[in-house]
């Protein structure tokens, strides 16, 4: 089965910028995903959609990050990257990948996702 590794969390201070990673491994190809999401979980909060990039390249952000943080992928389309610019400290969460069919839609198993913590 696909196995999903985020990576590239830390601890940073406001104003600061991280660049995280998203390692697919397993039958990915055999699923063949048509779109790459980060999501995020706060503590006592439910896990929300970040960002998202398609097979085609379209990006789609929340508005609570749109102009700080950029997903991309690389050119083999194994790994999947979150930059993370200007953070803040609401910007501290539990950080995920996974993917799906569409945009919003993810059908993997989440993996142990990475921690961001950024301070005041």
């Given amino acids: 089965q696909v196995q999903l590794v ?6 940073v201070q406001a104003g600061g910028s991280l660049r995280l990673s998203c390692a697919a491994s397993g039958r990915i190809f055999s699923i ?3 779109a790459w999401h ?10 929300e959609l970040v960002a998202a990039i398609t097979s ?9 990050v749109k102009g700080r943080f950029t997903i991309s992928r690389d ?3 194994t790994t999947v990257y979150l930059q993370m610019n200007n ?13 799906g ?14 921690q961001v913590t950024v301070s005041s």
Wanted: aromatic residues 10%.
């Fill in 75 to 77: 050119n083999a389309k």
């Fill in 32 to 34: 063949n995903p048509l």
């Fill in 38 to 47: 980060w999501y995020r979980r706060a503590p006592g909060k439910q896990r």
């Fill in 101 to 114: 069919p569409r945009v919003g839609l993810v059908v993997l198993h989440w993996g142990q996702g990475t």
């Fill in 87 to 99: 953070l803040k400290p609401e910007d501290t969460a539990v950080y995920y990948c996974n993917a």
């Fill in 56 to 64: 085609g390249g379209d990006t789609n952000y929340a508005e609570s």
């Fill in 6 to 11: 985020e990576s590239g969390g830390g601890l």
